[in-house]
């Protein structure tokens, strides 16, 4: 099943789509952080040809070189900075650790790490790059600025105004981006998303939800994120949308304050943050927004709740996606918006479902189109990858979509259990738990259990916890008592991700090691 999309919106590099989004939109004002001295399109590229121009000196054309820093005006200037020089950014999870990052660093075939002092001091992440440079050069950004004299400024304003006869040609299916996977469920995969797949799915968002270019994009969500790239920085320079960028998701009264200030229209956040904003926001803090996008895990009935009944019900479109479709999927429509799904999957893309065994309702969604990534890095050849083809993606994902085509995600393939026979959705007795204790988080797992097969822990932070209360919200709303854990770990604080989803790796250690205690 599909709808098309016309591909020559995508049939072109990104520095280039960058150049023709100033013809079509004017030179206007594109970007801004919160040091709110914003650049307009022609700003935005004279800066990226001048920087870009510098590292190139240091790179080779085609070289893969990292980036290291939050979202800010200075990532987006770097980043088309080494596209319009012909140079590949790696973005870099700075809170992925010091392990994941230096098998990151060998996987892509990076020689040098992009960062700026002001970054690294804020962030204390000094011992940091202190183990990263066993790996790879550090290029300060701070250093390479104060090296910009008259004849660097001279070649910017030429790039400015002529940029397409300055830029380095490169392919449309050359790499855009490598970017690593969260790694919620094993070991970060490094993804490569060309040019045309990043692209496309901002043209494939664009389709589906008609976006205003006097509107404003806010965007907290790191760019190591696909979501906050694609959605938070290519989309909206792309469409014409000014776009504000936020250092960290996790400063929750300081962008509540931003947002009425900025006249945010679009917020994107996960479920998480949307949460974190809404208990700390006043009444009017979201007044300028026409709708929040939520991705990368699922919202919670309580945070729509919230939304509806603080804000005058300001629109929560919840939508889905993966790093390996570059990555928006489905999302929900400001005029068609069905809670409780991820709404409609985006132009352009062929999808089928395959039946799982034990699973009546839905199958496993696999994808076609042009935003499916060219494949994973591999680390015994960094600069090759495991290409995809003409292959499906397989998503591994268990998803049902209704007669007019609205998506509901069951859960991952490896977030099911079975127990007795049954197939049960771990991600629906999140649900329950949800249900019982809105207010707090919680996680569960499943581990061996010789007379059933599989055994259901719930990991919360609600001190307060009992089997009693799921027990008696499994009855009252005609749930089967084998979905109801029976075992319950309480921590502190459920263990999360930088990008806010859960981290289901250290939960499962932490259920096993409680478990062998």
Same mark, same amino acid.
Request: hydrophobic residues 45%.
């Given at each position: 099943?599909?709808?098309?999309?016309?591909?020559?919106?995508?049939?072109?590099? /990104?520095?280039?789509?960058?150049?023709?989004?100033?013809? &079509?939109?004017?030179?206007?004002?594109?970007?801004?952080?919160?040091?709110?001295?914003?650049?307009?399109?022609?700003?935005? @590229?004279?800066?990226?040809?001048?920087?870009?121009?510098?590292?190139?000196?240091?790179?080779?054309?085609?070289?893969?070189?990292?980036?290291?820093?939050?979202?800010?005006?200075?990532?987006?200037?770097?980043?088309?900075?080494? #596209?319009? #020089?012909?140079?590949?950014?790696?973005?870099?999870?700075?809170?992925?650790?010091?392990?994941? /990052?230096? !098998?990151?660093?060998?996987?892509?075939?990076?020689?040098?790490?992009?960062?700026?002092? &002001?970054? @690294?001091?804020?962030?204390?992440?000094?011992?940091?790059?202190?183990?990263?440079?066993?790996?790879?050069?550090?290029?300060?950004?701070?250093?390479?600025?104060?090296?910009?004299?008259?004849?660097?400024?001279?070649?910017?304003?030429?790039?400015?105004?002529?940029?397409? &006869?300055?830029?380095?040609?490169?392919?449309?299916?050359?790499?855009?981006?490598?970017?690593?996977?969260?790694?919620?469920?094993?070991?970060?995969?490094?993804?490569?998303?060309?040019?045309?797949?990043?692209?496309?799915? %901002?043209?494939?968002?664009?389709?589906?939800?008609?976006?205003?270019?006097?509107?404003?994009?806010?965007?907290?969500?790191?760019?190591?994120?696909?979501?906050?790239?694609?959605?938070?920085?290519?989309?909206?320079?792309?469409?014409?949308?000014? $776009?504000?960028?936020?250092?960290?998701?996790?400063?929750?009264?300081?962008?509540?304050?931003? /947002?009425?200030?900025?006249?945010?229209?679009?917020?994107?956040?996960?479920?998480?943050?949307?949460?974190?904003?809404?208990?700390?926001?006043?009444?009017?803090?979201?007044?300028?927004?026409?709708?929040?996008? !939520?991705?990368?895990?699922?919202?919670?009935?309580?945070?729509?709740?919230?939304?509806?009944?603080?804000?005058?019900?300001?629109?929560?479109?919840?939508?889905?996606?993966?790093?390996?479709?570059?990555?928006?999927?489905?999302? =929900? #429509?400001?005029?068609?918006?069905?809670?409780?799904?991820?709404?409609?999957?985006?132009?352009?893309?062929?999808?089928?479902?395959?039946?799982?065994?034990? @699973?009546?309702?839905?199958?496993?969604?696999?994808?076609?189109?042009? =935003?499916?990534?060219?494949?994973?890095?591999? $680390? %015994?050849?960094?600069?090759?990858?495991?290409?995809?083809?003409?292959?499906?993606?397989?998503?591994?994902?268990?998803?049902?979509?209704? !007669?007019?085509?609205?998506?509901?995600?069951?859960?991952?393939?490896?977030?099911?259990?079975?127990?007795?026979?049954?197939?049960?959705?771990?991600? $629906?007795?999140?649900?329950?738990?949800?249900?019982?204790?809105?207010?707090?988080?919680? %996680?569960?797992?499943?581990?061996?259990?010789?007379?059933?097969?599989?055994?259901?822990?719930?990991?919360?932070?609600?001190?307060?916890?009992?089997?009693?209360?799921?027990?008696?919200?499994?009855?009252?709303?005609?749930?089967?008592?084998?979905?109801?854990?029976?075992?319950?770990?309480?921590?502190?604080?459920?263990?999360?991700?930088?990008?806010?989803?859960?981290?289901?790796?250290?939960?499962?250690?932490?259920?096993?090691?409680?478990?062998?205690?």
């Amino acid at each position: 099943m599909r709808q098309d999309l016309d591909s020559s919106l995508y049939e072109t590099s /990104l520095i280039d789509a960058l150049i023709e989004a100033r013809a &079509r939109f004017g030179d206007k004002e594109i970007l801004e952080d919160q040091d709110r001295h914003p650049l307009t399109y022609t700003g935005l @590229i004279r800066a990226a040809f001048v920087l870009g121009r510098k590292i190139a000196k240091m790179t080779e054309l085609g070289e893969r070189v990292a980036i290291l820093l939050p979202s800010s005006m200075g990532v987006v200037v770097t980043f088309f900075g080494l #596209h319009a #020089h012909g140079r590949v950014p790696v973005m870099l999870n700075f809170t992925a650790g010091e392990a994941n /990052l230096k !098998a990151a660093i060998k996987a892509a075939g990076v020689k040098k790490v992009l960062t700026a002092r &002001r970054f @690294i001091d804020q962030a204390k992440l000094d011992d940091l790059i202190s183990e990263l440079e066993t790996g790879a050069e550090i290029v300060w950004l701070d250093d390479i600025r104060k090296t910009i004299g008259l004849q660097d400024k001279l070649y910017g304003l030429a790039a400015g105004a002529a940029p397409k &006869r300055f830029r380095v040609k490169t392919d449309p299916d050359a790499p855009g981006v490598v970017l690593f996977t969260s790694g919620s469920f094993g070991t970060p995969k490094g993804v490569v998303l060309s040019q045309k797949n990043l692209v496309a799915n %901002a043209r494939q968002v664009a389709a589906h939800i008609d976006l205003l270019p006097e509107w404003v994009m806010f965007n907290p969500l790191p760019t190591f994120h696909c979501f906050g790239l694609t959605g938070g920085v290519v989309l909206p320079l792309l469409q014409g949308l000014k $776009a504000f960028q936020y250092p960290s998701p996790l400063h929750a009264k300081q962008i509540t304050d931003l /947002l009425p200030q900025v006249k945010a229209s679009i917020l994107f956040a996960t479920d998480t943050f949307l949460s974190q904003y809404a208990r700390v926001a006043e009444p009017g803090d979201f007044a300028t927004l026409k709708f929040a996008v !939520a991705g990368a895990e699922k919202v919670r009935d309580e945070t729509r709740n919230l939304f509806n009944t603080k804000f005058g019900g300001v629109e929560l479109l919840e939508g889905y996606g993966a790093t390996e479709a570059s990555p928006v999927v489905a999302v =929900n #429509h400001p005029d068609r918006n069905a809670p409780g799904t991820v709404g409609q999957i985006l132009p352009g893309m062929d999808w089928k479902l395959e039946p799982v065994e034990g @699973i009546d309702e839905g199958g496993r969604l696999f994808l076609k189109g042009p =935003n499916i990534m060219s494949g994973y890095v591999t $680390a %015994a050849e960094p600069l090759a990858w495991d290409a995809v083809g003409d292959d499906w993606l397989d998503t591994g994902d268990i998803v049902d979509v209704d !007669a007019e085509g609205y998506v509901t995600i069951k859960g991952r393939a490896k977030r099911f259990a079975k127990i007795g026979g049954e197939m049960v959705s771990l991600t $629906a007795v999140e649900g329950i738990a949800g249900a019982v204790w809105p207010d707090q988080r919680h %996680a569960v797992v499943s581990i061996p259990d010789t007379r059933k097969g599989e055994k259901l822990v719930l990991v919360t932070d609600h001190a307060g916890a009992e089997v009693a209360p799921l027990a008696e919200w499994a009855r009252t709303n005609g749930a089967p008592e084998l979905i109801v854990p029976k075992k319950i770990v309480k921590v502190a604080e459920v263990p999360v991700l930088g990008t806010g989803k859960t981290d289901y790796v250290t939960i499962q250690k932490m259920v096993e090691g409680d478990k062998a205690a």
